[in-house]
């Protein structure tokens, strides 16, 4: 079996800083969902207040500064944290990954050698499915192994998925389609299954509402459990949990 390389490298400062200016900008804070623009400043507190009352050019120019500040006060630890991050998950990541393919009955291809993973300061951490790549923030520890894992979780569904459909280009499933929220959903039963939990580190779960709002009695997360373990097959799995969300999308996206 092919298994790809996790390469680690330091997030560029241009990307680093476009996504700060995004994650303060006023469409990011109207999300309710997410606490973009709090976070944020709880990682830049000299940009709370900084921002009032300025242009869009004023607004980006002094969130650059801040960040480019940050980026070089913390150069030589987050080369330092790179270089932890890359042995870890040389460690456990390819048996991980090995464990994954094996559950979704999936063969990683060889002209898709590289997984990458950039190591910057922020607060979300943002992926590409399609593109095999995810970021992460170097002072984080469980955080950053645990996204390896459900993003490289993601990256497989994807794959797996474009199998199932004939192959050839798909866009990936964006937030808020029915096989988004299946996905998201499925992050719990496939990193908790038994042949998979032991190369994780940590636990895994889904977003929070998956438990907390229920459907006929039983939470989000009790059904799609069910739906597992009476699987006859990982894709007999995916198909009945896409029909589950798209059955009960008021409910899951009002969730």
């Known amino acids: 079996m092919f298994i790809p390389k996790i390469q680690v490298e330091p997030l560029k400062p241009f990307f680093n800083k476009r996504l700060i200016c995004r994650y303060l900008s006023p469409e990011k804070a109207a999300n309710k969902t997410l606490p973009f623009a709090e976070k944020t400043y709880a990682m830049y507190p000299e940009l709370r207040g900084a921002l009032e009352g300025k242009t869009e ?19 030589e630890e ?16 390819p048996d991980f990954i090995a464990a994954q393919c094996a559950l979704y009955r999936y063969t990683w291809k060889a002209e898709h050698p ?3 993973c950039w190591v910057g300061y922020i607060p979300f951490y943002p992926r590409s499915a399609a593109a095999h790549w995810f970021y992460v923030s170097y002072q984080d520890e469980e955080r950053v192994f645990a996204g390896a894992v459900h ?26 389609s029915p096989l988004w929220y299946l996905q998201e ?26 438990y907390a709002v ?23 799995f995916l198909h009945r949990g896409l029909a589950f969300v798209e059955d009960n999308y008021a409910a899951i996206h009002g969730a």
């Open 214 to 236: 229920e459907i006929g009695g039983k939470s989000i997360m009790d059904h799609l459990q069910a739906m597992y373990n009476a699987k006859t097959g990982i894709e007999d």
């Open 151 to 176: 993003e490289i979780n993601h990256m497989i569904f994807f794959e797996k998925w474009k199998e199932m459909c004939g192959g050839g280009d798909m866009p990936e499933p964006g937030h808020p």
């Open 57 to 75: 050019e004023e607004r980006k120019a002094i969130i650059e500064q801040a960040v480019e500040a940050r980026l070089t006060d913390a150069a």
């Open 78 to 93: 987050i080369q330092r944290r790179v270089e932890y991050f890359q042995a870890k998950f040389d460690a456990f990541l």
């Open 114 to 116: 590289i997984i990458n």
């Open 185 to 210: 959903m499925i992050v719990d039963p496939t990193l908790n299954d038994p042949a998979v939990k032991p190369y994780t580190l940590y636990e895994n779960r889904a977003y929070p509402q998956f």
